[in-house]
């Protein structure tokens, strides 16, 4: 079945430092993708997103890249920072497929 | 504008009881999914409502149901609880029902069943 995982249950990363938080996704349909954060006792709040006709997408200190080959995408965090900690999700969908989650990675910033 | 809004935000249940939560979505959004959350697991889908009908389920048991109203405000209720469905309940919304609809989620409601 369709499945979106995560590598790493938990990433730590010295404050300043880049963060990279990888994803696999096994449905090759999946046009869509999303990156979300989840803060502690909060719902999670979304990212980034990037359409499987691009393999990068910039936001402010957030980059996704999208492997579509290896049904691979990244987060990357540029000079992280506290406020940086949190659970990260990816999510895909694929044509009017609901949205799948991954596990979510952990990020815990050392100040 | 305001966000997803979620009532209650806690609640505590013993098991053979019921439950029932309610979601209003962003202001314009017309779907509404539900997702269950426990710890060590990702979200779990449960079901999405789009102009009052069911457009997806998940793989939850009967116990599990939903509606959603004219005004696109969406409840779930759950039956004859368990312990086991002690988690996290979120909603979220988006504009449409279908593909690349950014979902924006609420703060959650936390189940606790004794």
């Known amino acids: 079945g369709e499945s979106v995982g995560l590598h790493l249950p938990t990433l730590s990363v010295q404050e300043g430092d880049n963060s990279i938080i990888n994803c696999a996704y096994s449905?090759?349909?999946?046009?869509?993708f999303i990156w979300y954060k989840q803060e502690s006792g909060k719902g999670p709040q979304f990212i980034i997103d990037?359409?499987?006709?691009?393999d990068k997408r910039q936001g402010q200190r957030v980059t996704v890249l999208l492997n579509k080959t290896v049904k691979h995408l990244s987060l990357q965090i540029a000079a992280t920072q506290p406020g940086d900690s949190a659970v990260y999700f990816c999510?895909?969908?694929?044509?009017?497929?609901?949205?799948?989650f991954g596990t979510g990675t952990k990020l815990q910033v050392i100040p | 504008k305001a966000g997803v809004t979620q009532t209650p935000r806690y609640l505590i249940k013993t098991r053979g009881q019921q439950v029932t939560l309610s979601c209003s979505p962003i202001?314009?959004?017309?779907?509404v999914s539900w997702y269950q959350q426990t710890p060590g697991q990702g979200l779990q889908f449960l079901f999405e409502?789009?102009?009052?009908?069911?457009?997806n389920k998940g793989n939850f048991p009967g116990r599990f149901s939903g509606r959603q109203f004219s005004n696109s405000r969406s409840e779930m209720n759950v039956s004859t609880l368990e312990l086991g469905d002690s988690a996290l309940y979120l909603c979220?919304?988006?504009?449409?029902?279908?593909?690349?609809?950014?979902?924006?989620f609420g703060p959650g409601t936390r189940l606790l069943v004794l």
């Open positions: 979220a919304s988006s504009l449409v029902s279908g593909a690349e609809e950014t979902q924006y």
């Open positions: 449905n090759s349909a999946s046009d869509y």
């Open positions: 990037i359409r499987s006709n691009m």
């Open positions: 999510a895909s969908q694929g044509g009017y497929q609901k949205v799948t």
């Open positions: 202001s314009g959004h017309r779907s």
């Open positions: 409502y789009f102009s009052e009908t069911q457009r």
